[in-house]
């Protein structure tokens, strides 16, 4: 059974920096897409951030691009997301999601893509 462990969540001031962590295990890394989604109480579940299997291509919201940044080691079988000069918008509980689906486009944001999730990391952004 694949299970995704995020870690990394903390208080961050706004334009400071912070690094989640999504450790996966029970499956084949190489094989799947993995994603950063985000969610605020009261608001949808929203794509942030995505890498493919091959980590040739990533993929960003407009609202997080050239801010945050997607990364993976396949030898710790982990994925990253830097989160640079975050602000008050940024809050929310972070997850960690993957797919063996090789998304084409915006679709790689569409949260019925993904197989398996992690339980989430909580973000809070303060000035």
């Known amino acids: 059974e694949v299970q995704l462990v995020e870690s990394g969540g903390a208080l961050v001031q706004t334009g400071g920096s912070l690094r989640l962590s999504c450790a996966v295990s029970g499956g084949n890394f190489d094989k799947y897409t993995m994603a950063w989604f985000r969610q605020v109480p009261g608001k949808e579940r929203e794509g942030v951030a995505c890498i493919s299997s091959g980590l040739d291509n990533t993929f960003y919201k407009e609202f997080v691009k050239d801010r945050f940044t997607i990364s993976a080691d396949k030898a710790e079988n982990t994925v990253y997301l830097q989160m640079n000069n975050p602000n008050d918008d940024d809050s929310g509980v972070y997850y960690c999601?993957?797919?063996?689906?090789?998304?084409?486009?915006?679709?790689?944001?569409?949260?019925?893509?993904?197989?398996?999730w992690g339980q989430g990391t909580l973000v809070t952004v303060s000035s």
């Open positions: 999601a993957a797919t063996i689906a090789k998304p084409y486009g915006g679709s790689w944001s569409w949260m019925v893509l993904y197989d398996h």
